[in-house]
């Protein structure tokens, strides 16, 4: 046991280490038919969705009409506007007219409460 004139600095240079008690290989979780997410190759999207300066996805959540209209906005498209209106219409199954593209801005508006929806979404596709 130490001297409880032992000042703490010294606790905070020993070197902790752990062990491993279990391994396993991730062949083991490979599908038939999958490729491995090594091999896989992603192909250019028509657009990209550029981050914040604190590193943040552009996707904003406004309330219009004396907070009765809900809407998403995602803003800082380059590229095909469209093509990622046909997406998140496809990835959220939402109808015609959910989704609105203002051309003049080039932004995406969303109807209703999804930011967290959008943000996953664009996670998913590795922005």
């Known amino acids: 046991m130490l001297p409880a004139s032992t ?3 010294l606790f905070r240079t020993i070197p902790v280490v752990f062990h491993r008690t279990a391994s396993f290989t991730t062949g083991a979780f490979r599908r038939e038919g999958v490729p491995s997410p090594v091999n896989r190759t992603f192909e250019p ?6 981050r914040t300066e604190n590193n943040n996805l552009p996707v904003y959540q406004e309330y219009k009409a004396g907070g009765n209209k809900l809407q998403t906005r995602i803003r800082r498209i380059e590229g ?3 093509f990622l209106k046909k997406q998140i219409e496809e990835a959220f199954q939402m109808e015609k007219g959910h989704v609105t593209i203002n051309y003049r801005v080039g932004h995406v508006i969303v109807k209703g ?3 967290d929806e959008v943000v996953r979404f664009l996670l998913d596709l590795r922005f």
């Open 45 to 50: 999207l028509p657009y990209f969705v550029s």
């Open 80 to 82: 095909n506007l469209s």
């Open 7 to 9: 000042p703490l600095r």
């Open 113 to 115: 409460r999804r930011r």
